[in-house]
């Protein structure tokens, strides 16, 4: 049974449940909830953080370049982890954002002056207090962060009325006001919205029952076992993978691994959700003593709605992705076979 991408899915969200707030935040910015950060990172040494910081800025300063002529050293950079204080910058050059905003440069005041649609604005309205509701930016009304989630949003809505709103773009709108201005991070927005998840959110869910079937296609190839308990259990991959794919993972990962697959998702596109969705479910249901604990439907989604935390560990996640055998060859045959089945579909 297909969710309406008009409405976020709840079913895999590791936001769905919550803990005490805690008196301060944490280094994110979290007072509680399931993201909440309570044991402090292991920090790099400090002569590393500047030596990596030092090489961004520079990098950043010939984009150009770089990007047309190596672009496996800005892939590789992106891998290691993008240094924090670089990161708002480094996200809006990799998704593009600082082209739109040089291309529109007044645009984004002018979207906020429009009307817009009421019906998306209403709708807007009644999500605004359900992103992240822990956080430091959108704790109450009063919070700067309300007010520029609902301006990015309704900015989208009339930027694309072809989309308009849909509330699986409101977490993916309010991590980045995390960690960019509101207009840079409106920009970036829309090239994830329009490049990276390109007609994820049109009414119907074609492109996400294309990738849900590419994703089975590759769970079979990756982790056949796994594939099979999948199919004798009838556990439909919209089930468990809609939250992840339509919401970027924002709703899905602690904090810090996030962090670092966005890192990637910005550099190398949707393949990098496919790769952390295949090792969740490879790792969540590949040993043999889980599967046959999972004796139905219900007991498998909720080992997929509770991976064990080794799992979504930051290093775990990133090392087994990166290393997956699926090569970029895999993808594309893939995607094209999903391509010529679906046309096949609506032709017949």
């Known amino acids: 049974m297909a969710t309406s991408p008009r409405q976020a899915p709840d079913a895999i969200s590791l936001c769905s449940t919550t803990s005490a707030l805690s008196s301060c935040p944490d280094r994110h910015g979290f007072y509680g909830g399931a993201q909440f950060s309570e044991k402090p990172k292991e920090p790099l040494p400090r002569s590393k953080i500047l030596a990596r910081e030092k090489k961004w800025l520079y990098m950043i300063a010939n984009w150009r370049e770089y990007m047309a002529k190596n672009y496996k050293k800005v892939r590789d950079r992106c891998r290691k982890g993008i240094p924090a204080s670089v990161r708002p910058k480094a996200w809006f050059y990799l998704s593009g954002g600082h082209l739109l905003h040089s291309k529109y440069p007044n645009l984004y005041e002018e979207l906020l002056k429009a009307p817009g649609n009421q019906q998306y604005i209403d709708e807007i309205k009644k999500d605004q207090h359900r992103q992240f509701p822990f956080h430091e930016m959108f704790l109450d009304e009063d919070k700067p962060g309300r007010v520029e989630l609902f301006n990015v949003l309704k900015a989208y809505s009339v930027y694309n009325p072809t989309i308009g709103y849909c509330q699986a773009q409101a977490p993916i709108a309010a991590f980045l006001l995390m960690h960019l201005p509101a207009e840079e991070a409106f920009w970036c927005f829309v090239s994830v919205c329009d490049k990276y998840l390109e007609n994820y959110f049109k009414p119907g869910m074609e492109m996400l029952q294309r990738d849900a079937a590419m994703l089975m296609a590759l769970v079979k190839k990756t982790s056949p076992n796994v594939y099979r308990h999948l199919q004798k259990h009838k556990v439909e991959p919209l089930l468990f993978m809609t939250d992840w794919f339509l919401c970027a993972m924002t709703r899905t990962l602690p904090w810090d691994t996030l962090l670092r697959v966005w890192d990637c998702f910005l ?31 219900c007991e498998t989604l909720e080992v997929l709605r509770s991976p064990p935390e080794k799992v979504l560990d930051e290093n775990f996640l990133m090392h087994h992705a990166l290393n997956l055998n699926i090569t970029r060859e895999d993808f594309e045959r893939e995607h094209q076979r999903q391509a010529e089945l679906h046309r096949k579909g609506k032709t017949s």
């Open 267 to 297: 550099c190398e596109g949707i393949k990098i959700i496919f790769k952390v969705a295949l090792i969740i479910l490879g790792a969540s249901l590949g040993q043999r003593s889980v599967r046959r604990a999972s004796k139905g439907l």
